[in-house]
């Protein structure tokens, strides 16, 4: 049996200021708008379909993206080149630092609904 991820709905308060940050960190494209969802595709054909929820109670989630070693590299770039706090972990307790985690690197940032995202090279 082959069971593969779909899609999965990312609830933020502003969906479009969510799906447009992880978009431009990661280098992908925000789709057209699919209902209350607007999606960004991954390169494995999953999406990210980013709703915003006007509950005022959104509970963080976290979200892991493997990069290659030069995807990592632009990335964390973006990263950086913004001023947006990242860690070497998931605690926060290292803050400004990256991890080599399984011979690999790693960083742990925030995005504006409160998610926990994190960039690897290796699982």
Known sequence: MTVMLNHTIVH???RRESAEFVAG???????????????????NGVTLD?????????A?????FQLSEDEF???FARIRA???????????SRPG???HYNGGRGVYFV???????????RP
Not at 52 to 57: K, L, R, V
Not at 111 to 121: F, K, R, S, V, W
């Open 73 to 75: 590299d632009t990335v």
């Open 82 to 92: 913004a001023g947006i706090d990242y860690w070497a972990d998931p605690a926060r």
């Open 111 to 121: 995005e504006p609904a409160g998610h926990y995202l994190e960039i690897l090279t």
């Open 97 to 99: 630092e990256i991890n």
């Open 60 to 64: 963080p989630q976290h979200y892991a």
């Open 25 to 43: 960190i990661l280098g992908l494209a925000v789709g057209p708008e699919a209902g209350r969802f607007l999606p960004v595709s991954l390169a």
């Open 12 to 14: 933020a308060s502003d």
């Open 50 to 58: 980013f709703a915003t929820d006007s509950s005022g109670s959104i």
